[in-house]
């Protein structure tokens, strides 16, 4: 398998938990890059909203996908009047973004998360420590908001070797005050 067609398969992580959105639902891919999550969510039947401060580096958008060209870390959340049935974010790191992709989700909501961590700097880039992920980060960041299905803390080997955290929360209603 080239290395090109590994990077456009969704990952296994996003893939395992993408279950537990509603069927059909509106699903947001952050930070989506070329759009390999946009693609396999819409192949999936979601409903798919994609948002990146370059929208030209996703080529060969499918129609039903929504495509949002926003700086999310600069600029204004341009979903702040919207609510998510699922929210995608891999290999993307803003901390301040971190609540209000909390209270970016419906009732039943899921948010599915992976990225660097700490420990990644011995692997390769990205090395600087704004960049990456603290012990238990990803936990504290949903800690009071989502109820936590999953979560992973672990050095990785695929596609390269990678130190990482992932987690899949979900917003149950009436167990988590929404923010933002």
Same mark, same amino acid.
């Given at each position: 398998?080239?290395?090109?067609?590994?990077? #456009?398969?969704? %990952?296994?992580?996003?893939?395992?938990? +993408?279950?537990?959105?509603?069927?059909? !639902?509106?699903?947001?891919?952050?930070? =989506?890059? %070329?759009?390999?999550?946009?693609?396999?969510?819409?192949?999936?039947?979601?409903?798919?909203?994609?948002?990146?401060?370059?929208?030209?580096?996703?080529?060969?958008?499918?129609?039903?996908?929504?495509?949002?060209?926003?700086?999310?870390?600069?600029?204004?959340?341009?979903?702040?009047?919207?609510?998510?049935?699922?929210?995608?974010?891999?290999?993307?790191?803003?901390?301040?973004?971190?609540?209000?992709?909390?209270? %970016?989700?419906?009732?039943? !909501?899921?948010?599915?998360?992976?990225?660097?961590?700490? !420990?990644? #700097?011995?692997?390769?880039?990205? %090395?600087?420590?704004?960049?990456?992920?603290?012990?238990?980060?990803?936990? #504290?960041?949903?800690? !009071?908001?989502?109820?936590?299905?999953?979560?992973?803390?672990?050095? +990785?080997?695929?596609?390269?070797?990678?130190?990482?955290?992932?987690? =899949?929360?979900?917003?149950?209603?009436?167990?988590?005050?929404?923010?933002?």
């Amino acid at each position: 398998m080239s290395a090109h067609h590994h990077i #456009e398969m969704p %990952s296994a992580w996003v893939e395992k938990w +993408v279950t537990l959105m509603r069927p059909g !639902g509106v699903v947001l891919d952050v930070a =989506c890059g %070329s759009g390999r999550h946009a693609r396999f969510l819409a192949r999936l039947g979601f409903e798919v909203v994609a948002v990146d401060r370059d929208a030209s580096l996703f080529r060969d958008r499918p129609e039903t996908v929504e495509l949002v060209e926003a700086d999310i870390e600069g600029g204004p959340w341009p979903f702040a009047d919207r609510r998510f049935d699922g929210i995608v974010v891999t290999n993307y790191l803003h901390r301040p973004l971190l609540p209000v992709l909390a209270g %970016s989700l419906e009732p039943g !909501g899921v948010l599915v998360y992976e990225t660097f961590a700490r !420990g990644n #700097e011995v692997f390769g880039k990205p %090395s600087n420590p704004a960049f990456l992920l603290a012990p238990g980060e990803l936990l #504290e960041a949903v800690r !009071g908001r989502l109820r936590v299905v999953a979560y992973e803390d672990l050095v +990785v080997d695929l596609p390269r070797r990678a130190a990482i955290q992932r987690l =899949c929360a979900r917003f149950l209603d009436g167990e988590a005050p929404g923010l933002g």
